[in-house]
């Protein structure tokens, strides 16, 4: 059984993928899988997987339709068989040593999960994203990042669990992830950035248009599990000021941003109503009471008229 199993979405990525897989075949870790899903790319990006595969062994090269993101994810566990799951999307790449610090760090406690920093590779310069060391899974499930691509996750518990990423929506790693914790009973840390997440202007996250109230949707799936699984109850203050978080911060960033008025308009709309219809009394969340930091403050300083306000302001910055 390999230690690894790396699973690689790639979409017309001709431009980033050769960094990306000679990263990955370049690790030091022993008895690695590299799953490389092609998602119905048209580009050169067949071709430049195909001359990889016949120099490395550790290369497993699949194909399929086009489907996006979660699909390709999805696909690529089908074929996964290491011990340890890892997700890379293919233009990002990774430290040479990542997966052997990652996996040894595993062992050492028998953890089901590790995580790592990462760095923000722009065209000119870095910066290290170090993450909030939580010490049991209620601080995980505020303070973690979910992003999926600087973790190591057992196999098993995927499997097990039937999880799998939601098909046809974005902000899949949020829906992953939450779903993925309850189920995690031991965790680490390697306190290194070890994954350089590439930003490219033409990213998805970088556009910004009505499928943005998707976030609504990946919420309201969370919700949906915890109450499906009987766990709603125990985390009910976490996922209230989870849902807080995202909807008055990063989420509502995204939407400041949409360029058409009249969308931009409804979604921030919408999202004060959802927050409000789903927790109407999430401003004595005794999580955000404590919180005084900054976007602390801020989410506290939230009514029906800073909304407003904010909202216009930021709308000025940020577009």
């Known amino acids: 059984m390999p230690k690894v199993s790396v699973i690689v979405p790639v979409y017309n990525m001709e ?13 030091t870790i022993d008895n690695l899988e590299i799953i490389v899903v092609n998602d ?22 699949v194909t399929k339709e086009n489907g996006g993101l979660s699909s390709a994810r999805n696909f690529g566990l089908l074929y996964a068989t290491g011990e340890y799951i890892a997700f890379l999307d293919s233009d990002d790449y990774v430290d040479r040593n990542m997966y052997k610090k990652m996996y040894e760090k595993a ?7 590790v995580e790592c920093d990462f760095l923000w590779q722009y065209d000119d310069h870095q910066k290290i994203d170090t993450g ?11 303070t973690a990042r979910v992003v999926a691509w600087n973790k190591l996750i057992k196999r098993e518990i995927i499997l097990e669990n039937k999880l799998q990423f939601p098909v046809g929506l974005y902000y899949e790693d949020v829906e992953f992830f939450y779903k993925l914790l309850p189920h995690i009973n031991s965790f680490d840390f390697v306190e290194e950035p070890l994954v350089y997440y590439v930003q490219r202007e033409t990213s998805i996250v970088n556009k910004q248009d009505s499928r943005t109230k998707q976030i609504f949707k990946i919420l309201d799936n969370v919700i949906d599990y915890y109450k499906a699984n ?10 209230e000021y989870t849902c ?13 941003q949409i360029p058409d008025k009249t969308t931009r ?30 976007n602390g403050l801020y989410m506290k300083s939230m009514n029906n008229t800073t909304f407003k306000i904010y909202t216009k302001i930021l709308g000025i910055v940020w577009r």
């Not at 909030?132 to 505020?142: A, D, L, Q, S, T």
């Not at 009987?230 to 996922?239: A, F, T």
């Open 244 to 256: 807080a978080r995202i909807l008055l911060c990063s989420s509502l960033k995204r939407m400041i």
């Open 132 to 142: 909030i060391r939580y010490i049991n899974k209620k601080e995980m499930f505020v």
């Open 230 to 239: 009987g766990i709603y109850d125990e985390y009910q203050k976490e996922i």
């Open 107 to 113: 062992k050492e406690h028998n953890s089901d999960y």
């Open 15 to 27: 431009k980033y993928l050769s960094r990306c897989l000679t990263s990955l075949i370049n690790q």
């Open 265 to 294: 308009e409804l979604l921030l709309s919408e999202t004060w109503q959802n927050l409000n219809g789903k927790f109407p009394n999430w401003k004595q969340n005794e999580i955000l009471k404590k919180n005084n930091s900054i």
């Open 40 to 61: 119905g790319s048209t580009d050169k990006s067949d071709e430049i997987i195909k001359e990889y595969k016949k120099a490395n062994n550790n290369i497993r090269y």
